[in-house]
């Protein structure tokens, strides 16, 4: 009886893990639908404290003529550029942060899906800063599909683009 009751255990273990298995799997292969992970997802209200020390950043970035930070902040479409189509497609604009700074905003659309931004449109973003002699430029606006660092994104209207 009790060689029963072991091998049954065991049957039951072992089922348990390959579902948990399974579901890691799952979980793996539908990650870049889940939402963001805590620490890189956009407030769910735009607060304006998150919003005035991300644009400060920025400006420092500018000064410094620093590169490669991962930034966030809100601006208003200032102007709408066409698509790069030089290798990886991109969507461009430039954005006016409530200073009065401007960033060129270079979204991957390979990657991601395009924000329907208009001129006038305010939106919120995360990625990367670089600098040049105009204000800067970010991208990397899109979720990593190799899973291998932190991604970023843009808020329009409501909707997350990554």
Do not use: C
Not at 35 to 40: A, I
Not at 78 to 95: A, K, N, V
Not at 116 to 125: K, Q, R
């Amino acid at each position: 009886m009790s060689e029963r009751w072991y091998d049954s255990r065991a049957r039951q273990l072992a089922l348990m893990l390959a579902v948990l298995a399974l579901l890691y799997g799952i979980v793996k292969l539908l990650q870049p639908l889940l939402p963001v992970p805590t620490g890189e997802s956009p407030a769910t209200s735009s607060s304006e404290e998150i919003i005035r020390a991300g644009e400060q950043q920025i400006i420092e970035a500018y000064e410094t003529r620093a590169s490669g930070l991962m930034v966030g902040a809100a601006g208003t479409v200032d102007r709408i550029l066409p698509d790069d189509e030089e290798g990886d497609r991109h969507q461009r604009f430039i954005l006016r942060l409530e200073s009065g700074h401007t960033l060129l905003i270079s979204h991957n659309i390979d990657i991601a899906p395009r924000a329907p931004v208009a001129l006038g449109d305010s939106l919120e973003f995360r990625g990367q800063y670089e600098w040049n002699e105009r204000g800067g430029v970010v991208h990397w606006t899109h979720r990593d599909p190799d899973g291998n660092r932190p991604g970023g994104w843009i808020r329009h209207g409501g909707t997350l683009y990554r």
